[in-house]
């Protein structure tokens, strides 16, 4: 193998040559580190991207690459007509592609491996260059604007085999050194703190495997033949109907930064049949419906879920990489086109080499994240007058609310409307319904066609349980089917993700409307956080037949047909204690209650003891209080069977002292349970 010797720049234009001439080390798996099995990252989100989102084409441009690496000259041209000689800060060079920067012998162990040799070479080296020839040219050796870091969004699932959490991100602006921040316009400033907190771009990092380099190749035949996954369940009466238009569809660059051809002609989806039976996705087959194994990653696949990730976060350029190889690709939002590049040797790509096409991918995003916050602005925008605190008509308008109000607005929305002798009849009419039909209703996400969910736990209620059914039906009636719609985003946790949802429950009476109740759906993707779900479910079900007060009803668990996604569906049951008082942008954990309080909290404790069960995970998050006064305790997904009294004591004890404004979230709390082993 080559060595790769480091580059010894002797001045400002060295300095850059080395790095337009830079070519990393070919890499190879470390051996005490296995890639473990190539599942998909497909997951359930991506299936519900709304219908005017979705990717409808794959272009492959061999050339994008050359188009990419070409920005360098460009810009370089422009700041020198200009007057300016483009800086460079040669120390960074020396430093960043350095090859001890890459490696013990040049091995990785995984994607996060990868990511980190790619952060210490590659990003490392481009980022001064973008930050100075775009944002502040006249201003040199003052620190930069960008970073290459981990996304922080908590409600993005983690998946085994792709890396999607490292993207480009403008660091805050009040910390940037006030020199650097004192050369830049007003005009850059506002944008710049406008994109503060969004991603620029995306890469994927898949580890040094066969598989991953096969998903890059099978790209390739997208081209000519596009095939995505999307919810398939037929015949079924709930259709939402004419899917709701977004209000505002994002928009692409007004002067592209890398010119694109014509998508050309895009095939409309096929729409939902409709029918007497409902028909699940897939199940149109002679024999019952079976689990399906866990989907194993391809070109395919990829693809949708990188193309989901940046509608999510509304970026452009996408770049997937298995360390040897690499494809860039850039969505293009009126088409909903997706242009690939050709597979890149990032060892032996030349003319151009791999640190130019870097260097004029890094230039490219900047400014094509620049150009489009600032044609938001120019179209008036909440961001149009930041730092005045004045606002012109907005395109997504923020209606300002008092601490009180937002806290007041929360426990309606997280309370259960209770209407006189109508509890009983939803429960009976739910108990019969053994197949969820799931609509997702949050922002980029809208479902022209339900995800069809079988019941595999019943619901529990003071009426007694419902049915659920093991064996995979190929097709059910209308009355046996209950529609699910996801609304907005309320939590992430270990478990799963918690949405807002409402669910329609027909009344006895066919013409009459169908019952609207509002629920919590804690949805686990993971197959971690699927077990710790069922988990939960074990420990509701436990303290319903002790007939435990203080407890969410529970509606039941559903599990889709792939075997991929569990739902646990609950009632909502108020806002968290620590939130009542302090309002919902407010990170203290204090807590504040009367006696009356304190006593029902304890008694909701203790008949929970007094079923065996402990609940493991007491914080001030996980007590609620309703509109009415009443409490619950919530998430039992940490909670066992078959504790000790003294463990029971030690947790009466810390319910105490957070009640009394004692809690810390230091707060130890002693696990001794061999059941933990087995949910990890």
């Avoid at 993707?525 to 203080?550: A, C, D, F, K």
């Amino acid at each position: 193998m080559p060595k790769h010797p480091d580059p010894p720049p002797a001045d400002l234009h060295d300095g850059l040559q080395a790095l337009l001439d830079y070519q990393p080390p070919q890499l190879s798996r470390d051996p005490d580190y296995p890639p473990g099995i190539a599942y998909s990252p497909l997951d359930f989100y991506d299936l519900h991207l709304h219908e005017s989102l979705r990717l409808k084409r794959v272009v492959l441009l061999p050339d994008l690459v050359t188009r990419i690496a070409s920005r360098v000259e460009q810009v370089r041209l422009d700041l020198e007509s200009e007057g300016l000689i483009p800086p460079y800060p040669v120390e960074l060079v020396a430093f960043g592609l350095r090859s001890e920067q890459v490696g013990r012998d040049n091995t990785a162990a995984g994607p996060n491996s990868l990511a980190t040799i790619y952060e210490r070479t590659i990003a490392r080296s481009c980022l001064p260059l973008a930050s100075q020839w775009i944002f502040h040219p006249r201003c040199t050796g003052s620190g930069q604007v960008i970073g290459f870091d981990h996304d922080e969004d908590l409600s993005l699932p983690n998946h085994e085999f792709v890396v999607d959490k490292w993207t480009l991100r403008i660091k805050p602006f009040q910390r940037l050194p006030t020199l650097l921040r004192d050369s830049l316009n007003r005009k850059t400033s506002l944008s710049l703190r406008a994109l503060e907190k969004r991603p620029l771009a995306t890469w994927f990092f898949m580890p040094l495997s066969p598989d991953a380099d096969s998903a890059l190749e099978e790209m390739a035949e997208l081209a000519s033949q596009l095939s995505l996954l999307f919810p398939t369940t037929t015949g079924h009466p709930h259709s939402q109907g004419k899917e709701k238009p977004l209000q505002h569809p994002p928009k692409d660059s007004p002067r592209p930064i890398i010119s694109l051809p014509e998508a050309g002609f895009v095939p409309k989806s096929p729409s939902a049949e409709r029918g007497n039976l409902i028909y699940p996705q897939g199940s149109k087959s002679k024999t019952p419906l079976q689990r399906s194994p866990r989907r194993l990653v391809s070109g395919s696949d990829l693809v949708q879920h990188a193309w989901t990730h940046a509608v999510r976060h509304d970026t452009t350029f996408l770049i997937m990489n298995t360390g040897n190889f690499e494809r860039i690709a850039i969505r293009h939002r009126a088409s909903q086109t997706l242009y690939l590049s050709g597979i890149v040797d990032v060892s032996q790509c030349e003319n151009p080499a791999y640190g130019k096409i870097h260097a004029g991918l890094y230039l490219s995003i900047v400014q094509d994240a620049l150009d489009r916050m600032q044609q938001v602005m120019d179209h008036g925008s909440d961001f149009s007058a930041v730092g005045k605190r004045k606002r012109k008509e907005t395109i997504l308008p923020v209606v300002r609310k008092s601490a009180r109000q937002e806290v007041s607005a929360m426990r309606t929305r997280m309370t259960t409307p209770r209407v006189p002798g109508q509890d009983e009849a939803i429960w009976k009419s739910l108990n019969n319904k053994i197949l969820g039909l799931i609509y997702v209703d949050d922002g980029v996400f809208g479902s022209s066609t339900p995800a069809s969910c079988a019941r595999v736990r019943p619901s529990l209620s003071q009426y007694g349980s419902g049915k659920a059914y093991s064996r995979r039906r190929r097709k059910f009636t209308h009355y046996e089917a209950v529609k699910i719609v996801l609304g907005p985003c309320l939590a992430t946790g270990g478990t799963g993700i918690l949405h807002y949802a409402t669910i329609y429950v027909d009344r006895m009476v066919q013409s009459q409307i169908p019952y609207q109740v509002g629920v919590i759906v804690k949805l686990a993707i993971t197959p971690r956080s699927r077990r710790h779900l069922h988990h939960e479910y074990t420990m509701y079900e436990q303290l319903w037949r002790h007939n435990v007060q203080g407890i969410l009803p529970v509606y039941g668990l559903f599990e889709d047909y792939e075997g991929v996604t569990t739902m646990l569906v609950l009632g909502r049951g108020g806002i968290p204690l620590h939130r009542r008082d302090h309002g919902l942008s407010d990170e203290s954990f204090e807590v504040t209650v009367n006696k009356k309080e304190r006593y029902m909290f304890m008694s909701i404790l203790l008949g929970v003891h007094r079923a065996g069960v402990r609940h493991g995970d007491l914080h001030p998050g996980n007590l609620l209080v309703d509109a009415t006064g009443q409490g619950y305790l919530i998430d039992f997904d940490q909670s066992y069977i078959g504790w000790d009294l003294q463990s029971q004591k030690a947790e009466l004890k810390a319910l105490y002292n957070l009640l009394d404004g004692r809690w810390t979230p230091q707060s130890p709390q002693e696990f001794t349970c061999s059941s933990v082993s087995n949910l990890n």
